[in-house]
């Protein structure tokens, strides 16, 4: 080992963190610390982390009962709550816990693709239309509620089904969810654990895209890095994508403070080194409660994709008759999932938390769809507005290192209320404009907190995964039209 360094973190939390090897750090295990701590990242990326609570968050989590192995951030990571955004822990099933805060409150807060038969020219032609459209179709914003009803019994459908049910119900086809995590459906759903207020929350919500970090992008295949997994995935240099960011909207938040409150009311925080960190034994009543609830969610999360996926099938048809459209893959993040890892040298049945960080399965593993199996699971990596996405696949290597985890995007240097600041919204329309790329959005403060100078560099923290061989680079995507919450 090398590189040891001591040194203060912003509340005063003494740590010593040593360089392993290139893009991977060790936060020494001390005190109360079950296990150490695990940072993969640059050190440019180290430099931006140690900014925030980060660190002293990853310490916290790796104090919690049954951790296994490391309390895990990587390149996107920065300070959330309870776990850091971008951090990963699994924990023995009849030993450890299960945390709210280690999923975060959009659960499934997650990406999906869609691949077309256009190219960047028939964008180009109608890119005016194309934004207009699509926003005037697809609701988003704060409060903003979807013109989609549906009756409490067929919600229920919702939060056990998933995407399943929608295409069920014909918004959309088979093949949607066949390509999706999960299939588009976690079975372990329980909509008898979801709240009524969580019901009210999300009931008026299915179809629509909310606010923060959310968005849909029409994007063009800028560069090929891997020809050969590339077509597998079904994507070719100057195609044109759409990829959708959402999540589970106010139910989802709705369930997490539901049981953060029933938690804190069952074990307190007297124990614990942060009270955001509050969470139930796996086994326990509550544990099963939460699991069966944060599952719900997610399934409400896969379910209102495929509602957004179905109006842009809509849409996009009245501006291109001969336009097909298909997923090439939706993909989880704010998610705990019970999952097979070696541990110890040995398969073991976990818990892994991802907040803000997603899978990235090697090829070979049952839970991938079978058309990408041998290559591995797709792995969606958003930009920021005016910034590249990229899209990678799943490494075995990431199995030895993150417990089959990688990052699920930049991750923030700089938070809404600084971002206002110092940035107008105004100015980031314009600079995206120059650019070719056209914006539009439901207020000019939400450009601002979300302008691409809030975030870590993109190709750095994507550098830094392909590097690992945790994630393995196959495309890159530039921005045509951004719609954002």
């Not at 019901?199 to 909310?210: S, Y």
């Not at 589970?248 to 029933?262: E, P, T, W």
């Not at 990229?390 to 199995?399: N, Q, S």
Request: proline fraction near 3%; include cysteine; glycine fraction near 10%.
């Amino acid at each position: 080992m090398i590189n040891i360094k001591s040194y203060v973190c912003k509340r005063g939390y003494k740590m010593t963190m040593k360089k392993i090897s290139k893009n991977i750090y060790e936060v020494q295990k001390i005190g109360k610390m079950l296990v150490p701590g695990r940072i993969f990242a640059s050190e440019k990326i180290i430099s931006a982390i140690k900014q925030d609570k980060t660190l002293e968050q990853v310490q916290n989590v790796a104090q919690l009962p049954g951790i296994l192995k490391y309390s895990i951030a990587l390149a996107d990571a920065h300070q959330g709550y309870g776990f850091s955004i971008g951090g990963v822990a699994a924990f023995d099933m009849d030993k450890g816990i299960i945390s709210p805060g280690g999923v975060g409150y959009d659960i499934n807060c997650s990406v999906r693709l869609l691949k077309t038969n256009l190219t960047k020219r028939d964008i180009l032609t109608k890119q005016k239309q194309v934004i207009e459209g699509l926003y005037g179709k697809i609701p988003s914003g704060v409060g903003r509620g979807s013109k989609f009803n549906i009756t409490r019994e067929k919600l229920n459908q919702v939060l056990e089904k998933g995407a399943q049910y929608m295409v069920g119900q014909g918004y959309g086809v088979k093949e949607d969810y066949l390509h999706m995590e999960e299939e588009g459906c976690m079975k372990s759903a329980d909509a008898s654990k979801v709240s009524e207020r969580a019901i009210k929350r999300g009931i008026g919500q299915l179809g629509t895209l909310g606010a923060g970090n959310h968005f849909l992008e029409v994007q063009v295949v800028d560069e090929i890095f891997d020809e050969k997994i590339a077509k597998v995935l079904g994507l070719k240099k100057d195609q044109v994508t759409i990829m959708v960011h959402c999540g589970s909207r106010g139910l989802g938040h709705q369930v997490a403070s539901d049981y953060i409150k029933k938690m804190e009311e069952k074990y307190g925080i007297k124990n614990l080194p942060d009270r955001e960190l509050i969470n139930a034994p796996i086994k326990s009543q509550l544990g099963k409660d939460y699991f069966g609830a944060m599952s719900a969610a997610a399934n409400f999360a896969f379910a209102n994709k495929q509602l957004i996926t179905h109006w842009i099938r809509e849409e996009m048809k009245t501006l291109f008759p001969k336009i097909k459209i298909d997923v090439v893959y939706d993909i989880c993040h704010n998610i705990a999932k019970f999952e097979e890892h070696l541990v110890d040298g040995k398969k073991k049945k976990v818990c892994v938390h991802r907040k803000g960080a997603t899978r990235s399965f090697g090829p070979g593993r049952i839970e991938i769809p079978l058309a990408y199996r041998k290559i591995g699971q797709p792995v969606i990596i958003p930009g920021t507005m005016g910034t590249s996405s990229y899209i990678l696949v799943g490494m075995k290597k990431a199995e030895e290192l993150t417990f089959g985890s990688t990052v699920h995007g930049a991750g923030r240097v700089k938070s809404r209320s600084k971002a206002l600041q110092s940035i107008r919204g105004e100015e980031v329309k314009k600079t995206l404009s120059k650019k070719g790329i056209e914006v539009k959005s439901g207020s000019w403060k939400s450009l601002a907190e979300e302008s691409p100078e809030v975030y870590k560099d993109i190709d750095e923290v994507v550098k830094v995964v392909d590097e690992l061989g945790i994630s393995k680079k196959v495309v890159r995507l530039k921005p045509l039209t951004v719609i954002k919450g």
